[in-house]
């Protein structure tokens, strides 16, 4: 499974808008790009997930340009309850084995 | 709709002894994936099981030991507890064969051990 950077930690304040990056230059051609948030002490739940170029749920946007070997998470106008660690992880669709980085802390203030 | 149910929620075991920890799928769901989260890193994964067998298994020695049951819920053993085995431990399930990697995990169970 292609290995993935992010960034340890970012603040933002709330109505913001906020950008997550995460690099995965060794990308294959049947990977996906997955984003999990987790709070403390608990599991952590699916945010969204593509494999070209832009994906949006309700909850937040993925990018991904044409080479791959990047995406960026972007949540809209964040709140306080927004500040959770967000896990990039990069692997083949049906893909079960989720290898976790260490994430990027963001923490959102009033 | 029960999601991801685990038990127990706490636990603090002795070194040397052994657990079990518990895990019941979300409905419809037939994989379940076991992961160890230490504080502060995220999840590493640890077995899956689909069809009641181990189908991968990460970096874990054979002191960690799974089972899955019939109705998909599954067991993670830990024999000879150290001190390092103290985490979070998280139980995730999923549906294999469609395509969809979304897995739901659940709160998990935070062992100690001392």
């Known amino acids: 499974l292609a290995k993935t950077t992010q960034p340890i930690s970012m603040d933002s304040y709330e109505g913001q808008e906020v950008n997550i990056t995460c690099s995965h230059n060794?990308?294959?051609?049947?990977?996906?790009i997955t984003w999990y948030q987790q709070f403390p002490s608990q599991g952590p739940r699916f945010i969204i997930q593509g494999y070209k170029t832009k994906v949006t749920n309700e909850v937040a946007s993925l990018f991904i340009p044409a080479d791959r070997k990047s995406s960026t998470l972007s949540l809209p106008r964040v709140s306080l309850s927004d500040t959770a660690v967000y896990y990039c992880l990069v692997g083949e669709e049906g893909f079960q084995k989720l290898v976790f980085g260490t994430g990027t802390r963001l923490l959102v203030s009033p | 709709d029960a999601g991801v149910t685990q038990s127990p929620t706490h636990l603090i075991k002795t070194r040397g002894q052994q657990v079990t920890l518990r895990c019941s799928p979300k409905s419809g769901h037939d994989t379940v994936s076991w992961y160890q989260q230490a504080l502060g890193q995220g999840p590493q994964f640890i077995f899956q099981y689909y069809e009641e067998e181990e189908r991968q298994r990460g970096n874990f020695p054979d002191r960690f030991s799974g089972h899955q049951f019939p109705n998909y819920s599954s067991e993670l053993n830990v024999n000879a507890l150290l001190l390092g085995d103290s985490a979070l431990y998280l139980c995730a399930s999923s549906a294999k064969g469609w395509g969809n990697t979304e897995a739901f995990f659940g709160q998990g169970t935070r062992l100690t051990v001392v």
């Open positions: 060794n990308i294959a051609t049947n990977d996906y």
